[in-house]
């Protein structure tokens, strides 16, 4: 399975959680987030030009210094919930990448 499957099986899996009925277990708010985060890298990932890797931990940084700005665990509470996503994506859509440019180092 491609990378870009893996990614739209994730917001496909996604958006069926999201729909369910309102259950304790479903963080709605966090699904809602994963499926515009996923569906953000895989459309950067359609243009050659983009730096996918360098784009999510930019938008990694930004969500980082919100963070140390925000006055309340609430406010706070929504922005790690997206680093948290950020980062699994990050993890996904990167580790092949680093360990290339690792061995091409070598």
Known sequence: MTLEQTLQNEIEESKELHERPIDSTIYRRDLAK??????????????????????????????????NQTRT????????????????IYYVVCKGWKSRVIILMK
């Open 34 to 67: 994963r499926i515009e985060l996923v569906s953000w890298v895989v459309d950067s990932m359609k243009d050659p030009s983009n730096h996918v890797c360098n784009l999510i931990e930019s938008r990694m940084n930004e969500i980082t210094l919100k963070i």
């Open 73 to 88: 665990i609430l406010e706070a509470d929504k922005l790690y919930s997206e680093l948290n996503i950020l980062e699994w």
